[in-house]
């Protein structure tokens, strides 16, 4: 169907009049009390936490359908439980994070009664586009965030999971007031839209590309972002690392939503003498976590034809270039879009599946000669959002912790530094900017504002004209060697 131009520009003022109509009454919600107190942040913190307990089933339901298929039990758990643990321990903390953290003084101020504080202040409407992968913790959690900041927020979900936004948009209307947090939906248009709102902070998560439309749409109002992107998080497997577990633990990154997480494993380096072993390892653990294939009941569909397409295009290219590639048969795979994890052995560097995120159900096993070599092949690539070891060697723990960059790092695991509140999550430039969850949640939604109490004694005096022999001495003693 055509769209008719004048068609167009009249939903698009539409549009734009119903976010500024929104935005605005959230800023004057937000004039009308400024610093909200621990007790209202609190019971802002419950309704949020209330409203998903008694959705839950709901946003489980939809985001089966929208996928196609999705384990339910991994919905409640990826979306519902370790939000509703983000949100608790944003509650639990509050009445400390609000507090005004002490500074030093300089000498000779402090001896003399000056004081230096940091307090942390809201800063007032935030806005949260949020993905399709992990649609509801990516929503919710850094709106937990905003809101134990004491911010205001927008909201707009993924139009690429229809059902679970339709819920989430219930959720959110039942639990405040429309000055406190309310919703659009729309499609990349209206995120175009939303994206150049003046409003206080932005949080994105989702692609590189689209993050740099983001980027140039905020810089008009000079909003500030928080960007979670991805790329191809590393795993970089230890001459010791023991392999079993090695296998058992890579593999739960790939089962877990079928790949399709930020955090996922993209690629496995290993030491090329132990690389058949470590492919056997991982097809037998592929097979004790999922007895079913790719038709498990735990197990997750690929999100739209779109992106089965894309992945099974990643495949078809790595057979033809004769790449190695293992997978168990799934004849319906392209009627139901459960496509099976898929293990693809030293591709040639030229293919898609080694250039770009995969973000599904493959796995790239590529070995290596020196762990100086792997360290040299991650650098050699844009930062990752995660990157994860396998071993014991304190001399290559410290090689990755300290010679390479990632938004953050896991040892002898995949995913799970994202699963503790009190770490910040967060990328590294292509992989993003700014972090969250936690007291970082906390601080990334507020404003560090620098407040100084003068002492009662005039020592300004000294730094003030006209200039004399006091005024030099202070100069000498701030250029004192420490």
Same mark, same amino acid.
Not at 115 to 134: E, F, T
Not at 171 to 200: C, H, K, N, W, Y
Not at 406 to 435: A, E, K, Q, R, W
């Given at each position: 169907?055509?769209?008719?131009?004048?068609?167009?520009?009249?939903?698009?003022?539409?549009?734009?009049?119903?976010?500024?109509?929104?935005?605005?009454?959230?800023?004057?919600?937000?004039?009308?009390?400024?610093?909200?107190?621990?007790?209202?942040?609190?019971?802002?913190?419950?309704?949020?936490?209330?409203?998903?307990?008694?959705?839950?089933?709901?946003?489980?339901?939809?985001?089966?359908?929208?996928?196609?298929?999705?384990?339910?039990?991994?919905?409640?758990?990826?979306?519902?439980?370790?939000?509703?643990?983000?949100?608790?321990?944003?509650?639990?903390?509050?009445?400390?994070?609000?507090?005004?953290?002490?500074?030093?003084?300089?000498?000779?101020? $402090? %001896? #003399? +009664? =000056?004081?230096? !504080?940091?307090?942390?202040? @809201?800063?007032?409407?935030?806005?949260?586009? /949020?993905?399709?992968?992990?649609?509801?913790?990516?929503?919710?959690?850094?709106?937990? $965030? %905003? #809101? +134990? =900041?004491?911010? !205001?927020?927008?909201?707009? @979900?993924?139009?690429?999971?229809?059902?679970? /936004?339709?819920?989430?948009?219930?959720?959110?209307?039942?639990?405040?007031?429309?000055?406190?947090?309310?919703?659009?939906?729309?499609?990349?248009?209206?995120?175009?839209?939303?994206?150049?709102?003046?409003?206080?902070?932005?949080?994105?998560?989702?692609?590189?590309?689209?993050?740099?439309?983001?980027?140039?749409?905020?810089?008009?109002?000079?909003?500030?972002?928080?960007?979670?992107?991805?790329?191809?998080?590393?795993?970089?497997?230890?001459?010791?690392?023991?392999?079993?577990?090695?296998?058992?633990?890579?593999?739960?990154?790939?089962?877990?939503?079928?790949?399709?997480?930020?955090?996922?494993?993209?690629?496995?380096?290993?030491?090329?003498?132990?690389?058949?072993?470590?492919?056997?390892?991982?097809?037998?653990?592929?097979?004790?976590?999922?007895?079913?294939?790719?038709?498990?009941?735990?197990?997750?569909?690929?999100?739209?034809?779109?992106?089965?397409?894309?992945?099974?295009?990643?495949?078809?290219?790595?057979?033809?270039?004769?790449?190695?590639?293992?997978?168990?048969?799934?004849?319906?795979?392209?009627?139901?879009?459960?496509?099976?994890?898929?293990?693809?052995?030293?591709?040639?560097?030229?293919?898609?599946?080694?250039?770009?995120?995969?973000?599904?159900?493959?796995?790239?096993?590529?070995?290596?000669?020196?762990?100086?070599?792997?360290?040299?092949?991650?650098?050699?690539?844009?930062?990752?959002?995660?990157?994860?070891?396998?071993?014991?060697?304190?001399?290559?723990?410290?090689?990755?912790?300290?010679?390479?960059?990632?938004?953050?790092?896991?040892?002898?695991?995949?995913?799970?530094?994202?699963?503790?509140?009190?770490?910040?999550?967060?990328?590294?430039?292509?992989?993003?900017?700014?972090?969250?969850?936690?007291?970082?949640?906390?601080?990334?939604?507020?404003?560090?504002?620098?407040?100084?109490?003068?002492?009662?004694?005039?020592?300004?005096?000294?730094?003030?004209?006209?200039?004399?022999?006091?005024?030099?001495?202070?100069?000498?003693?701030?250029?004192?060697?420490?």
């Amino acid at each position: 169907m055509t769209v008719e131009p004048q068609t167009q520009i009249n939903d698009e003022l539409t549009d734009a009049r119903e976010l500024q109509r929104k935005l605005q009454i959230l800023r004057s919600g937000f004039e009308a009390q400024r610093y909200p107190d621990a007790a209202t942040r609190i019971d802002r913190l419950d309704r949020l936490w209330s409203a998903l307990d008694r959705f839950s089933d709901r946003l489980c339901e939809a985001l089966s359908d929208d996928f196609g298929y999705r384990s339910p039990r991994q919905s409640y758990f990826a979306d519902v439980a370790t939000t509703g643990k983000a949100i608790r321990l944003t509650k639990k903390g509050v009445r400390k994070w609000m507090k005004a953290e002490r500074r030093k003084a300089d000498f000779p101020f $402090g %001896a #003399l +009664g =000056a004081k230096a !504080r940091v307090h942390y202040q @809201p800063l007032g409407v935030v806005g949260v586009i /949020s993905p399709w992968n992990i649609p509801v913790n990516l929503t919710l959690t850094p709106l937990a $965030g %905003a #809101l +134990g =900041a004491g911010n !205001r927020a927008l909201i707009k @979900p993924s139009e690429h999971t229809p059902s679970t /936004s339709e819920v989430m948009v219930e959720l959110i209307a039942s639990a405040f007031a429309e000055d406190e947090v309310t919703t659009v939906t729309g499609d990349a248009r209206l995120g175009q839209m939303f994206s150049e709102l003046p409003l206080d902070h932005l949080v994105f998560t989702g692609g590189t590309s689209i993050a740099r439309h983001i980027m140039r749409a905020a810089a008009e109002n000079l909003t500030p972002l928080t960007l979670e992107l991805g790329g191809k998080s590393p795993v970089m497997v230890g001459a010791n690392a023991d392999l079993e577990a090695a296998a058992k633990r890579i593999v739960f990154g790939k089962v877990f939503n079928a790949g399709q997480v930020c955090l996922a494993p993209d690629y496995v380096l290993v030491p090329a003498a132990k690389r058949d072993e470590l492919v056997h390892l991982i097809q037998e653990e592929i097979k004790r976590s999922l007895p079913g294939g790719a038709q498990s009941p735990d197990y997750v569909a690929v999100i739209n034809p779109r992106q089965s397409q894309r992945i099974q295009g990643y495949i078809d290219e790595a057979r033809e270039a004769g790449a190695p590639v293992f997978a168990e048969a799934a004849d319906n795979a392209a009627v139901d879009r459960r496509i099976p994890i898929t293990l693809i052995v030293d591709p040639d560097e030229s293919l898609r599946v080694s250039q770009e995120e995969i973000f599904g159900p493959i796995l790239v096993i590529r070995s290596y000669e020196t762990f100086d070599e792997a360290v040299n092949y991650v650098n050699a690539r844009p930062r990752p959002l995660a990157l994860y070891y396998f071993g014991d060697s304190a001399d290559e723990q410290r090689q990755v912790i300290e010679n390479t960059t990632s938004g953050g790092v896991t040892i002898n695991d995949v995913i799970m530094h994202y699963t503790f509140d009190d770490l910040p999550f967060g990328g590294v430039g292509p992989s993003g900017m700014g972090v969250y969850h936690g007291f970082d949640g906390f601080r990334q939604f507020s404003n560090a504002r620098a407040v100084y109490h003068q002492t009662r004694v005039d020592l300004g005096r000294i730094i003030r004209p006209p200039y004399g022999r006091l005024f030099d001495r202070f100069s000498a003693h701030l250029m004192t060697r420490g």
